[in-house]
Structures are given as structure tokens and as C-alpha cells.
């Protein structure tokens, strides 16, 4: 039918048909290859034409579709070399109603009249301010509406799927309350209305009558389309608990999507026309990127959003080249990006619904816990009961046999007082013991040191203290484990203790990784010969972990005089712990003696 020799012309000036056919502007026409092609954004009309011949006996009338929902208007003219006249022009465009146009149709449709060997020149003014992907068909008329059948079941299958995800999960929003159904619904809508633009149903069905939702209807809806689906994004991968360059850029995008949608109450506007289009294709871009990097860190919902949106990208991708006539069109061209959205919103879908499980599954282990605790609390609050009541009832049968039994009830206290004092003894030996490492605490230390000290300066006698602190004790917990690094410190008070000879010496541990020293009686001199024997005893240890020797070493601060009265303990610490930043600082597994 269509001679393949297509050709175009950007109008310098306002042309008509015969302006635009004259001889003169011959050489201003540009050849044109394929059926559909891309002219860009922000251009003058531009003039389009073909040459056809009808070789048929039986087909007499033909049909013109011209697509792109863009399009603002789209004029014809058919001038038939047989007769030497032209049609009567026929238009149609965003910009007029429905019923204005040759045939009524969702697409943009003219009929062509062209009898047996007759020919032909076929001429297309379109107008478009924004992107103009031009594709060019003509169809036999009855092929046409048998191939329209199939394109409207298509339609209505690609509809009814996406119309039930949209009740499906307005149902669960409504149920569980979970914020993620509703934006899921909110996105789902708003694609459900971009291609009601997109494919001209909704302007034919829905807002024929609203003159503003005819020329904007598919801008506003694919602003509002990438706005959901930046709003869904925030939320289905949590990144307020994220933070950083992924918030930051995720409000970037959301408020020009918002600003962007906001500005098509004013039409055509520069923000629209200079912008939009590379807006549109960084922001697929940015989904993905923020996607995939959550995917690495972990992030299940991630992964799952990742391989839903790119089924979407790669039916764009596809669209977009049989579109620009990279590839030649066809079903996969056409209704690539739909099938991308649908296996999109139902891989989502799925994603929720795992979600959900995989939250039920939490509480529930949550609850076996909270109910395992309830029961070993009740179980030591019997416990703590059944003796209460054997003690009430010793002191029962102990008051039954007072008065016949006194002298030897009372040995029996006395004998019960002492182990009384040897058990308070004991809980309080407990109460100054670190549970970990078996040596002093902090709080019993800073008791000692003080009771030292007092001594030293009422005697005269020197006191010294030693802050020994385990090196590189960070790294071993990171590299083998908490349990491992519990090990450490165990073995290393128990070896620093060893090192300990006199009965009044005195060790604890002083905080995380670093152990304290009291050496009654010692100057600072002898204190030192202690701390560097107790650091190379640490650096002997034979510490094996899944059959390889782990490297332990302690830098030791020492400090050690003769105090003065109410002299404060903290002086002492203070130089020990200097010294102890010196020993740290000249290289580790040091002992140092304050200044």
C-alpha cells in the first residue's frame, strides 16, 4: 500500500497543504525510513508525507492511524494524482473533542478513499510542543477493527489485572493498616490512569468533556505516576531508617515530581517542556540505583523491588526503541511497558504479602519468648514461695521446742549467726567481684585505693599504681567473636594476678579491657620490674582459637610515691593513666613509669 518513500518537512512558517506541496519547498524535504520515528522535543509542526497505491480489486477504503498521545493536532491531506484533487482536510488532536473527529476512535484515525490503480500523496501536519514519537499505519478497514478486537481484550485483560491488585491491596490495607498497601494502591491508581491517557480510552470514555484533561490528561498522570511510585520507594524500602544520600536524593526527586505535577494546572509551562523529559529517565535510574544498593546491604524488600522494576525498565526500554524506530514495532513494542507493569505490581504484590508473613513469623517468636520468660518467671516466684514457707515453718517448729530446748537452740544460733556472717561475707566478696574475669571491680578498687593512700600518707610509706590496658582487644573482638574476646580477658586477669606476690597486692579490673594494680609499699621503681613481668607473662600466653595462636600484649602505665595527707587517689590514676597513653602511643606492649 504505502511506496516506502517517506519523507518530512520542519515548518520555517505557518504552511498550508499546497504551500507545503509546492514545487519550491521540493528540495526542503527530508527522506524518512521505517514506520515510526522520533523528531525530538520543543519543535515547530512538522509535515509528513508518503505516496500510496491501491492494487487491490476489492479494498477500496483504507484507514491512516496515526500514533502518539501527545500529539496536539494532527492534520490530513490526500491529494489523488489519478484526479488532481485533494480531500477535504480531516483533523484531530488533544485539543478537540471527540466527536470532531473523522472516525471515532481512542486513536488517531483517518479514512483513505483510493480506487483500483489509483495513487496518491498522503500529508500529515502534526503539532506537539513536547517529545513527538510519529508511527504511521495504514490498515486495510475491516483487518483494522479485527486486529482493534484483539488490541481491546489486550487492553481489557491488562486493566481488570490491574484493577484487581488495586482492590486486592486497598482490602489489605484496610485490614492490617500497613502504610506500604496504601501507597502500593496510590501508585497502582495512578498508572491505571496514565495509560487510560496513554492509550486515549480514558479520554475517550472518561474526560472527554473537560478540555484541560484532553491536552493534559497524560502529562499530569505520568507526573503523578512518578511521584507514587517515588513516594512507594521511600516507604516499601524504609529509607527514612536509611538516611544519608538515600533520603536526601529520594526528596530531591519527590519534591520535583510534586512541584512538577502542580504546575500542569498552568498547562504548557517551561518547567514542563525543559525539563520533564530528562527527569523521566534519571528517575527510573535513581530507583534502581537506591534499589541495588540496598539489595547488597541486605536489605530482602530490596531485592524483591529491584527485580519487579526492572521488568518495568526493560518494557520501557522497548517501547522506547520501537517507538524511535530502532526496532521494528510489533506486540512486544507495544505492549512491553504494560507487561512490564503488570509482572511489576504483581512481584510487589508478592513482596508484601511476604512481608506480612515475614512479620507475623517475628511476633510470633516474640511472643514464644515474652511467654517463655513469663513462665521461668513465674516458676523462680514459687520457687522463692516454697522457701518462704520452709522457713516459716523452721521457725515454727524452732519456737515449738524453745522452751524445752533453749540452751541448745541457742548454740544452734550462734552457730546459725556465724554462717549467717560467713555467708554476708561471701555475698559482699560477690558484690566487689567482676562476673566475668573472677577478679575485683572498679567500685571495690576505688574503695582500697583510698583506704592505701590513707595508709601511705599516715606512714609514710610510697604507694604505687599500675593501669594495664589489653592492645588491639577491638580487633579481636571483631575478627573471632564476643565469646573469644570474654576468653581474653579471663585469661589475661588470671595471668596479671599471677604476677601479684605479696598477700597485700591487689588487682581489678578497671574497665572494659584494662586492668588495675595497688602495690602497698612499693616505689615506683619496683612497682615497674611488676608491670613489665606481668606484661611479658601476657605476651607468652599460648592463646588458640580453631587451631591458631592468637597474638595477646597489654601496655602497662605506672605511677608510685609517697602521698600526702588527704591527698585525692585520682592524682595517682591520672599519671598511672598517662603513662599508660605514652606505653599506647610508643607502639603498644610497653610498660611506662609516670613522670
Known amino acids: 500500500m504505502i511506496n516506502n518513500h517517506l519523507s518530512y518537512l520542519v515548518e520555517d512558517q505557518p504552511l498550508t497543504h499546497l504551500e507545503a506541496s509546492a514545487p519550491e519547498r521540493k528540495n526542503q524535504w527530508r527522506p524518512l525510513s521505517g514506520d515510526s520515528f522520533n523528531f525530538g522535543t520543543l519543535h515547530p509542526p512538522i509535515w ?3 505516496d500510496i497505491a491501491n492494487v487491490s480489486l476489492t479494498d477500496h477504503l483504507w484507514l491512516l492511524e496515526v500514533g502518539w498521545p501527545l500529539l496536539e493536532r494532527v492534520q490530513v491531506f490526500q491529494f489523488n494524482h489519478t484526479t488532481q484533487h485533494w480531500s477535504s482536510e480531516m483533523s484531530a488532536g488533544i485539543r478537540a473533542p471527540m466527536d470532531q473527529r473523522a472516525v471515532l476512535h481512542h486513536h488517531f484515525l483517518f479514512p483513505l478513499s483510493l480506487l483500483f490503480n489509483e495513487r496518491a500523496t498522503v500529508y500529515i501536519r502534526v503539532e506537539c510542543r513536547m517529545a513527538l514519537f510519529l508511527t504511521l499505519d495504514v490498515w486495510r478497514n475491516r483487518t483494522f477493527w479485527l486486529e482493534d478486537q484483539q488490541r481491546i481484550l489486550l487492553l481489557g485483560l491488562f486493566f481488570g489485572i490491574l484493577l484487581i491488585m488495586v482492590l486486592y491491596n486497598l482490602a489489605l490495607y484496610i485490614i492490617t493498616k500497613d502504610r506500604n498497601y496504601l501507597f502500593y494502591v496510590m501508585y497502582a491508581v495512578a498508572i491505571l490512569f496514565y495509560e487510560l ?4 480510552i480514558g479520554g475517550r470514555y472518561l474526560w472527554d468533556d473537560s478540555p484541560w484533561l484532553r491536552y493534559m490528561g497524560y ?7 512518578f511521584l507514587a511510585a517515588t ?9 527514612k531508617r536509611y538516611g544519608g544520600w538515600l533520603l536526601q536524593l ?10 512538577l505535577t502542580l504546575s500542569c494546572a498552568w498547562g504548557d509551562n517551561p518547567l514542563l517542556d525543559y525539563t520533564s523529559q530528562l527527569a523521566a529517565m534519571l528517575s527510573p535510574v535513581a530507583a534502581m540505583l537506591t534499589g541495588i544498593y540496598l539489595w547488597i546491604k541486605g536489605n530482602v524488600q530490596a531485592k524483591h523491588y529491584t527485580i519487579a522494576y526492572s521488568f518495568l525498565d526493560v518494557g520501557t526500554i522497548v517501547l522506547m526503541l520501537g517507538l524511535s524506530g530502532i526496532v521494528p514495532r510489533g506486540p512486544l513494542t507495544e505492549y512491553g511497558q504494560m507487561v512490564g507493569f503488570v509482572l511489576q505490581f504483581v512481584l510487589l504484590s508478592l513482596s508484601l504479602a511476604d512481608r506480612i508473613n515475614r512479620e507475623r513469623r517475628e511476633r510470633e517468636e516474640a511472643q514464644r519468648v515474652a511467654l517463655d520468660l513469663s513462665r521461668k518467671i513465674s516458676q523462680t516466684h514459687e520457687e522463692k514461695l516454697m522457701i518462704q514457707e520452709q522457713i516459716l515453718e523452721i521457725q515454727r517448729r524452732a519456737n515449738e521446742e524453745l522452751d524445752v530446748r533453749v540452751l541448745d537452740r541457742t548454740n544452734e544460733l550462734e552457730r546459725a549467726m556465724k554462717n549467717l556472717e560467713l555467708a554476708n561475707k561471701e555475698l559482699s566478696k560477690l558484690s566487689y567481684t567482676d562476673p566475668l574475669t573472677r577478679v575485683h571491680n572498679r567500685r571495690y578498687f576505688d574503695r582500697i585505693l583510698s583506704g592505701e593512700i590513707r595508709r601511705a600518707a599516715r606512714t609514710q610509706q610510697p604507694v604505687s599504681v599500675a593501669i594495664a590496658d589489653i592492645d588491639h582487644f577491638k580487633q579481636i573482638n571483631e575478627v573471632h567473636g564476643h565469646l573469644i574476646g570474654d576468653e581474653c580477658l579471663r585469661l589475661v586477669a588470671k595471668t596479671l594476678g599471677q604476677q601479684l606476690g605479696r598477700t ?5 579490673r578497671y574497665g572494659g579491657e584494662e586492668f588495675a594494680f595497688i602495690l602497698p609499699a612499693t616505689v615506683q621503681e619496683n612497682a615497674m620490674i611488676v608491670a613489665d613481668r606481668a606484661r611479658s607473662a601476657v605476651e607468652s600466653l599460648n592463646f588458640i582459637n580453631a587451631g591458631k595462636r592468637i597474638g595477646i600484649s597489654v601496655s602497662i602505665g605506672v605511677a608510685g610515691w609517697i602521698p600526702k595527707q588527704d591527698e585525692a587517689p585520682h592524682r595517682l590514676l591520672h599519671a598511672a593513666d598517662r603513662a599508660l597513653q605514652e606505653a599506647k602511643h610508643n607502639g603498644r606492649n610497653k610498660a611506662v613509669a609516670a613522670n
Not at 250 to 259: E, Q, S, T
Open 197 to 200: 491517557a496513554g492509550t486515549g
Open 219 to 225: 502529562v499530569l498522570f505520568a507526573c503523578i505516576s
Open 231 to 239: 513516594i512507594f520507594t521511600r516507604e516499601f524500602l524504609s529509607l
Open 48 to 50: 509528513v508525507r508518503f
Open 250 to 259: 529520594n526528596n530531591v526527586i519527590l519534591v520535583y515530581w510534586l512541584i
Open 504 to 508: 597485700g597486692d591487689f588487682i581489678a
